[in-house]
């Protein structure tokens, strides 16, 4: 199985305060993971993927922050949420070499 | 990253054919084309991918042109259920996939 878990599946959250979105994966060790977010109505913006543990590149400059403690867990983090970070946030696993995605049912945080 | 351009929207009528193009003229040679679908409040979920030769699986087929500058999802009897936004993308050795804003699909009854 190349399940991939993510919670919560919704959350509001006050500006100026801190976010926690984990992700954990099943399946094959060492996997390819990603955090993209999803504004209403838009594709999906790359934020942060990962190739290994404590390996973290950004793609998008802005106010919150990955890390992935364990092979098979990705964080990503805030530790003060604005409204624009409001979206549909997605974890995604890179599957074998051409690349295939398995996405997470994400998290829809609205920021108030 | 390459780019991939499709269609903002299209509309199908339940139980013929669909076909989904997308254009992607900066593609290199190692490049995947990948399909997803998303439904309403859920993640993408992968349809098909392929790199020279036309791909047939139990979900749809996609053509590649001969020059791999573009491709054509193709669902071969629409059902409702099919109802969704469709991204094509391209899956580069860096493994980083950007994803456009992709075709809303319509299907009507």
């Known amino acids: 199985s190349q399940t991939i878990h993510q919670w919560p599946a919704t959350l509001v959250q006050p500006v100026g305060s801190p976010l926690s979105l984990e992700c954990t994966v099943e399946?094959?060790?060492?996997?390819?993971l990603y955090w993209y977010r999803q504004a209403a109505g838009r594709g999906l913006q790359l934020l942060f993927y990962?190739?290994?543990?404590?390996?973290i590149s950004s793609e998008v400059p802005q106010n919150l922050s990955a890390s992935r403690p364990q092979d098979r867990q990705f964080i990503l983090s805030s530790k003060k949420l604005l409204l624009s970070d409001s979206g549909f946030y997605l974890c995604?696993?890179?599957?074998?070499?051409?690349?295939?995605?398995?996405f997470g049912s994400g998290t829809r945080l609205t920021v108030v | 990253d390459a780019k991939t351009t499709q269609p903002n929207s299209m509309e199908s009528n339940e139980e013929e054919p669909v076909h989904l193009p997308c254009n992607h003229s900066?593609?290199?040679?190692?490049?995947?084309i990948h399909w997803y679908r998303q439904l309403p409040s859920q993640g993408p979920e992968y349809v098909i991918h392929?790199?020279?030769s036309n791909v047939n699986n139990r979900m749809a087929s996609l053509a590649i042109a001969e020059d791999r500058k573009s491709s054509t999802l193709i669902l071969h009897r629409a059902t409702l259920r099919d109802a969704a936004v469709y991204y094509c993308i391209l899956e580069t050795n860096a493994g980083k996939s950007t994803f456009g804003d992709g075709t809303t699909l319509t299907v009507k009854p």
């Open positions: 900066t593609i290199s040679g190692t490049d995947y």
């Open positions: 392929g790199l020279t």
């Open positions: 995604a696993r890179e599957e074998g070499p051409s690349g295939v995605y398995t």
């Open positions: 990962s190739v290994g543990i404590g390996q």
């Open positions: 399946g094959t060790s060492n996997p390819n």
